[in-house]
Each structure stands twice: as structure tokens, then as C-alpha cells.
């Protein structure tokens, strides 16, 4: 019998016209390589947990009722996803769940574009991408987890990334100054996410990456970010076909 993968995307996801692969080849990949079905949460582009976490919770419900599923989040995907397991919210359908660079902490890098950004608040169209800024804000959500990865009856991965400097030769200049940011104030980092920040369960692996190329998107060239998903099949017990 297959295993059920389910990939909820953090920000900048899938919907309201977007139509981009956020999870680039990961899917195909995935299924031509393991006897598993994958699925894509197609969730909005920028919002609060309160306004994303119950679109993940419904799609859990609807399509995999009575079924358990091995649960991936990226980035805010995975506060998502922590967020509803707080509360006991999907608990009964997860069968593993993995953060892949999730700021659990924050990120000072939210919090500077926060600041820089917040005269937009006026501007409506702008308000959800000011919110979901105010929530990754570095140490917006320190104080507010009340449970560990120990309490859950399922396993709970994570993967986080650090770039090889030089940075101009390893990732894009979008990065230079994240990076070097948080270097200075938070410590090694995929240019958005701290690996302190990143921590809940047990460490995967620390890549030579940037955040988005965890997920395919403009990193390092000589970084193939499939092999990510291979040692995270592996970890779950997932064999090869």
C-alpha cells in the first residue's frame, strides 16, 4: 500500500493565481522514485496562521479521512503545522512529521522588513503580506510553544541549511545581506532561517544550501535539493521502488 505524503508550502504558495511549483520537481520525483502519493496544500501566498493552519486542517480532513500521512512543511508551512498540533487539531492523521527550515524562533530578517514595510499597512492589498511578517518576526512564537517534539506519538524531522561562503559564488544577492545579518545577531543560517531557529525533533542533516534552494529555486547549482528528499524518505522508511 502506498504511503501518503502531503507538502504544505510556506510563503509565496501556490494560490490566487500564482501558479508556480513551490516544491520544485519534488512531487514527480517523489512518486517515480517511491511507492508513495504525493500532495501539494494549495494555500495563499501570504496570510496569518490563523487564516492559513485551518485551510491545511480541511484539507487534511476531507481527502484523508481515517488515514495517517507523513507531513513536510516548508518555512511558515511548517508553524502551520505545529500550530494545529498544539492544539490537537490533526494529531490522529499524522504519521511523521518534518520541518524543512521552519523559524520556529523567528527571524531577524522578518523583523527588519517588517519595519521597513509596515508604512504599507494603509494600503489593503498589503496587509496580509505585513501580518504574516509581524508573525515570523524573531521571537514572535519563542514564548508561545508549549510543546516539545516528545509530545507527539509520532517521529518529528527536521533539515535546515547554512551557506558555504563566498556567498557570491554559492548563493544570490537576494541572500548577501540576509545572511550576513543573521550571522552577526542570530548565527548560521540559510539567509532567512537561523538552524537554531530551525530546531523540533531530530536533525536530518544541515545542507550547503540557501532556503529556497531547499525547495529547487535559485540555489547553489552544484546542490541537487532532490537529495534532500531522498534521505528524508529514508528516515521515514520509505524504500526505493
Same mark, same amino acid.
Given at each position: 500500500?502506498?504511503?501518503?505524503i502531503?507538502l504544505v508550502?510556506?510563503?509565496?504558495?501556490?494560490?490566487?493565481?500564482?501558479?508556480?511549483?513551490?516544491?520544485k520537481?519534488?512531487?514527480? $520525483?517523489?512518486? &517515480?522514485?517511491?511507492?508513495v502519493?504525493?500532495?501539494?496544500v494549495?494555500? *495563499?501566498? @501570504?496570510?496569518t496562521?490563523?487564516? /492559513?493552519?485551518?485551510?491545511?486542517?480541511d484539507y487534511?480532513?476531507?481527502?484523508f479521512?481515517?488515514?495517517?500521512?507523513?507531513?513536510?512543511?516548508?518555512?511558515?508551512?511548517g508553524?502551520?503545522?505545529r500550530?494545529l498540533?498544539e492544539?490537537?487539531?490533526?494529531?490522529?492523521?499524522?504519521?511523521?512529521?518534518?520541518?524543512?527550515?521552519?523559524? $520556529?524562533?523567528? &527571524?531577524l530578517?522578518a523583523?527588519?522588513?517588517?519595519?521597513?514595510f509596515? *508604512?504599507? @499597512?494603509?494600503?489593503?492589498?498589503? /496587509?496580509?503580506?505585513i501580518l504574516?511578517?509581524?508573525?515570523?518576526?524573531?521571537?514572535?512564537?519563542?514564548?508561545?510553544w508549549?510543546?516539545?517534539?516528545g509530545a507527539?506519538?509520532?517521529p518529528?524531522?527536521?533539515?535546515?541549511?547554512?551557506?558555504?561562503t563566498?556567498?557570491?559564488?554559492?548563493?544570490?544577492?537576494?541572500?548577501?545581506f540576509?545572511?550576513?545579518?543573521?550571522?552577526?545577531f542570530?548565527?548560521?543560517?540559510d539567509?532567512?532561517?537561523?538552524?537554531?531557529?530551525?530546531q523540533?525533533?531530530?536533525?536530518?542533516?544541515?545542507?550547503p544550501?540557501d532556503?529556497?534552494g531547499?525547495i529547487?529555486?535559485?540555489?547553489?547549482?552544484?546542490?541537487n535539493?532532490?537529495?534532500?528528499?531522498?534521505?528524508?524518505?529514508?528516515r521515514?522508511?520509505?524504500?526505493?521502488r
Open positions: 500500500m502506498k504511503e501518503t502531503v508550502p510556506g510563503v509565496i504558495a501556490q494560490s490566487q493565481g500564482l501558479r508556480w511549483e513551490y516544491f520537481n519534488i512531487p514527480a $520525483y517523489l512518486e &517515480s522514485n517511491y511507492d502519493d504525493v500532495h501539494v494549495d494555500l *495563499p501566498p @501570504w496570510g496562521i490563523e487564516k /492559513r493552519a485551518p485551510i491545511i486542517q487534511l480532513q476531507q481527502n479521512p481515517g488515514q495517517q500521512v507523513h507531513v513536510i512543511g516548508h518555512s511558515k508551512g508553524i502551520e503545522i500550530a498540533l492544539k490537537g487539531l490533526i494529531n490522529n492523521q499524522v504519521k511523521s512529521f518534518t520541518s524543512i527550515s521552519c523559524p $520556529y524562533k523567528g &527571524s530578517v523583523t527588519f522588513f517588517y519595519y521597513l509596515f *508604512p504599507l @499597512w494603509i494600503i489593503p492589498l498589503f /496587509r496580509d503580506f504574516t511578517l509581524k508573525e515570523l518576526r524573531l521571537g514572535a512564537y519563542q514564548q508561545q508549549s510543546k516539545d517534539h507527539y506519538h509520532f518529528c524531522y527536521y533539515v535546515n541549511a547554512i551557506i558555504p563566498p556567498l557570491i559564488f554559492n548563493t544570490y544577492p537576494l541572500f548577501w540576509t545572511n550576513s545579518l543573521l550571522n552577526i542570530e548565527g548560521k543560517n539567509g532567512f532561517v537561523s538552524t537554531t531557529s530551525s523540533f525533533g531530530e536533525l536530518i542533516q544541515t545542507y544550501s532556503h529556497i531547499l529547487g529555486h535559485f540555489g547553489k547549482r552544484s546542490f535539493h532532490l537529495n534532500v528528499y531522498n534521505e528524508l524518505m529514508g521515514i522508511n520509505i524504500p526505493n
